[in-house]
């Protein structure tokens, strides 16, 4: 599966963005779906994910009550809406699939990765 974000750019704090993430491919609904972010000079690290059918969500502690993580499978497509935005939000957000498995925090368990979307809030 290939993986295509959209939806970063410059927001101030307290604002909002919603993140999408394409995916190719037929079987999009087999796939665990996941956001991660690395900021400058710090590793990447788990935001949400989200399994291939029904409703079950995880999420970081730092974004709970703020991110919210849907998915589309008629579209072949993930969301993050981000509310409340904090300057330590700022990060590339990537997004990442997992095939036929559950959630996980840990990003080495993803086999397909996104390109990237820059998210900047601005205090």
């Known amino acids: 599966v290939q993986l295509q974000a959209s939806g970063g750019g410059l927001v101030q704090v307290g604002g909002s963005l919603r993140l999408s993430c394409a995916a190719t491919?037929?079987?999009?609904?087999?796939?665990?779906m996941g956001w991660f972010r690395q900021a400058p000079g710090k590793e990447r690290e788990f935001v949400a994910a989200i399994i291939g059918v029904g409703a079950y969500q995880s999420y970081a502690d730092s974004v709970k009550g703020r991110f919210t993580i849907s998915r589309d499978n008629a579209k072949n497509t993930v969301y993050l809406q981000m509310n409340i935005l904090k300057p330590e939000d700022t990060a590339v957000y990537y997004c990442?699939?997992?095939?036929?498995?559950?959630?996980?925090?840990?990003?080495?368990?993803?086999?397909?990765w996104g390109q990237g979307t820059l998210v900047t809030v601005s205090s």
């Open positions: 491919g037929r079987t999009f609904a087999s796939y665990t």
């Open positions: 990442a699939a997992r095939f036929l498995v559950g959630v996980s925090s840990t990003a080495a368990s993803y086999e397909y």
